[in-house]
């Protein structure tokens, strides 16, 4: 048993030496080879079958992510720190943005975004339609004339109506503005996040090939060794059998009879 193994469930961290469940360990030789290199840079001395714990590689992922970062992109911005420590810990970064702004949102923001989402509908425009031509009949056709032609209270109220509605309708689009701020800086999350484990992923599929054909030349050279063996074998057998042979015949030749002699 190796000094690094204390059980069947459970092991030893090479880099901790804490006992931990063999789920929880990971093999050096296993990692991808930037990620194992820089965890040979801190212990040389790791052997290519050490168990190292999950956490210990999600720490040295998160260091070398963000150094991968930085020296592609240079300074380092608070969206690239969050997608390194979302690599590290293996934790979704996707996040539903307009459900987390709308629950924040206060009373003003609401009534803002009403007064916006019936402003902009054919109700409001079928409405204040209707109450106009209800406001000239009155004062044209109508028994009161509060508001004779030119209908100067009519131009106020518009006019009131326009000054509080912009405002309004602004603040809603501020809001809009900021969910798609929030989508933006989301979708570049998770297009820089897998942009990474794409590179990651080609890493290790192209560690695990060839260390598979490592494998396939160790047992190619193998299966000649034996062919060699097997090949000698049967030759050092070979020769005993021909020398018999030979002897036998020797002998069967010296006693028998020419076929030609007369007795």
Not at 150 to 165: E, G, K, R, T, Y
Request: aromatic share 4%.
């Amino acid at each position: 048993m190796s000094s690094h193994e204390i059980g069947n469930d459970r092991a030893l961290c090479a880099l901790t030496g804490r006992s931990l469940p063999r789920r929880e360990l990971v093999r050096l030789d296993t990692l991808r080879p930037a990620l194992a290199d820089a965890i040979r840079r801190d212990h040389p001395a790791l052997e290519p079958h050490a168990l190292v714990a999950q956490d210990q590689v999600a720490g040295y992922r998160a260091r070398y992510v963000t150094a991968l970062l930085a020296s592609e992109r240079g300074e380092l911005s608070e969206l690239d720190r969050q997608v390194a420590a979302s690599l590290s810990s293996s934790e979704l970064i996707t996040s539903n943005t307009d459900d987390e702004i709308d629950r924040d949102r206060t009373l003003g923001q609401r009534l803002a975004d009403h007064v916006a989402s019936f402003g902009g509908s054919w109700r409001f425009l079928i409405t204040f339609g209707l109450i106009l031509a209800v406001w000239m009949a009155i004062n044209i056709v109508g028994i009161a004339h509060f508001d004779p032609y030119p209908f100067i209270l009519l131009n106020l109220a518009l006019s009131c109506l326009a000054a509080v509605q912009a405002p309004v309708i602004m603040m809603s689009q501020q809001r809009q503005e900021a969910k798609d701020r929030a989508r933006s800086r989301n979708d570049y999350q998770i297009n820089l996040k897998a942009e990474l484990e794409i590179r990651h992923l080609h890493e290790k599929m192209d560690h695990l090939v060839n260390r598979q054909w490592q494998r396939l030349a160790e047992i190619q050279q193998v299966q000649i060794e034996l062919l060699q063996e097997l090949r000698g074998a049967q030759g050092g057998e070979a020769g005993p059998l021909r020398a018999a042979k030979s002897t036998s015949r020797a002998r069967s030749g010296g006693s028998a009879k020419p076929r030609g002699s007369k007795t």
